[in-house]
């Protein structure tokens, strides 16, 4: 049996080295799990010449039962897992990543985190893979963010898989309408069990975002590839930039709203949010499926939207090239996008037109051909990302499916989506 | 009649303020356009209290003819000119952009092109916006490079509009075989009648870089929003990032090859290039045209595979989120792509996986849904830009169509497209 339980803080000699940190819940009697102050894991096996000394016990008795220990003095949060890396583990014997059984088990890793908050439910309505997100997901899960506000919550934390979190996050912006409480949208991009786990720093820089002012959905992952702080970025201006690194997530045309430090310091960089209140939040999840989002390239084949016209689609964001162009000027190989761009509007589906260039604006007014495709009835989304314009977009025609409306409607900041003067700054940060 | 020509530096004094520059070919008695020694320009209306100094006259005497004139000391270059913002202008009366008629026009803007290198020749064999190129084009214009480098030009100069340069300049690596001298293309972000005009100082660094030891096809544009250097980036490693910005081209998952500052200092920062020899250059321009790019999204329908596979598609690029993943978990309304990949392969139809994230690297060692991915035939494109890899893939079927050689070849590092290990400088340069 060992001398220390999870939660508790050590002192581990080992090799002439000495580590400090806070034992893990799967440490076991021949293998020590440790967090380090850094935020970084460190597996130790047990045995000859390791030296453990308990430094401080295990206020909260974290157990391999996972009670959720809670404390009435601090704000009362929810805490929904759907599944993804930050809730996954390798399996050793194939390498494989899977998912832990109960999101408990994050917490347990975690013990400080009932030191911030008061979790008072891990939920978790279903466990997917981000790949496997749609908007059947997006609105059961805005559904149970809105409960849990209108509960009494301070706030919400909703673990996501990283690949389309940011698709997640502009999905909620968009359907928590009377948002009066701040959400908080984390990830992991290493599974819990590596020693560059990241989802712990996260995890806890998203329980102080709860306790902040700031009524947004907010993305808060990693800043920088050190555990020093995360970024708070606003949900429909935010995206994954890299695959694997551990601050993949920037934010786009805009400053992030802040950063919380590893000690809880919120430093504010962007006042552009809403305030916290009391007003009741509500779900509003209709949601039209049939909505594309198509990337434009050299030589594309325009008959590729009357693939969508023919099966019913009802709109469809076309990420163009610069400002927001096409081929409209026929070459001897390629054809022209305009004559099915008619086509399509005609049958009242709604194009939109953001930039794959992924940072600026798209902007009908420098070229004639783009202002010829604006004559045609094509909206130029202006600097919002493709990502959250087909999200954005679904949601509109979930309302209406007047053309007019529409485009009314993907004009109007709702969310934070559109900035009418892009700060230098959200190039490249 | 002016007191001045094409070319002269000269001084002005106009309300109080001194500006020193040349004058620009568009200029005449009325209004003086001048290219400040910053690389802005400036429109001055010539009148009362408007004094012009020459401080030195034009040694090229550029006149409204554009005769190039022809230095033997210097080293020969070609220029080709294919249209895009950096060969356009204005038209005042509707505000929109039309390419300027000749591509002579845009070097009497900048005269001192003519004292670093020795133009041979200036061609113009098509003239289309950037948007509405396609494989047709980069054949021709790949053949034209050839041809000009083995006739004993020192290097080229393509210029291009910008929206799709970064397709261009991949489709060039890949089809200029053997390339043993500099291709520098080159675009402008601002049309050459705006006082930000960029393509001054582009074509400026891309004379410098033909000029160089670095034999291949880079892209040399602005690398800050001041005219102070432009950065030389591999023209398979290289994305318009931003719609607007003069600074728009970055490198991804790669350092510039260096930076080539306003006086010709060329900094070399990256030395992973191929160095000028004598060698002939081939253009190995074969080229599939039935290749796409399909972006994935959360609730792809699968079946938009199916529609490339009936309209006789040789091969697909998928963009798929994070380390390569796409749906293969069904949920409630979501549909796994697996099935549909797997027809696809057995079409023998190529399908090969990129990441949306832009920056980083797939990897189907990490999750066993890519795996499975993996298993089916799916290729996974390393590090690869989605543009270049479409690109790629088009130039690769279009010299074989065996499966498993096009998988060797797209894994094949041929143009720098691939590195074995990311540079982490090379995220958000």
Known sequence: MAAYSAGDKVQVKSKGETYTGVVSQESNSKNLLLRLDSGYSLGIKLGKGINVKVLSKSKQNINS??????????????????????ASKVDYKTGAVSPISKPEELLALIPELTNIVNITKVSQPFAVFSEDMSSKEWQRLAKEVADELNKGNSGVIVTHGTDTLHYTAAALSFMLRNLSKPVAVIGGQRSSDRGSFDGALNLICGAYFTKSD???????????????????????????????????????????????????????????????????????????????????????????LKYFIKKDYKGIIIEATGLGQVATSPTAKNKSWLPVIKEAIKKKVFIGFTSQTIYGRVDPYVYSSARTLQDAGVVFLEDMLSETAFVKLGWVLGHTKNPDEAKKFMLLNIAGEINSKLEPRGFLY
């Open 65 to 86: 039962n996972i009670e959720v220990k809670q404390n009435s003095e601090l704000p009362k949060i929810a805490i929904i897992s759907t599944g993804g890396t930050i």
């Open 214 to 304: 700031i009524a947004e959905v907010a993305v808060i992952m990693h800043g920088t590839t050190e555990d020093n702080f995360c970024l708070v970025n606003k949900g429909t201006k935010v995206r994954k930039l890299h695959s694997s690194r551990r601050d993949a997530f920037r934010p786009i045309n805009e400053i992030p709203l802040g950063r919380i430090w590893k000690d809880g310091t919120l430093e504010v960089l962007n006042k552009t949010y809403n305030k916290r209140s009391d007003k009741k939040v509500i779900a509003d999840t209709k949601f039209e499926e049939k909505v594309a989002l198509v990337k434009f390239y050299p030589g594309a084949d325009p008959d590729i």
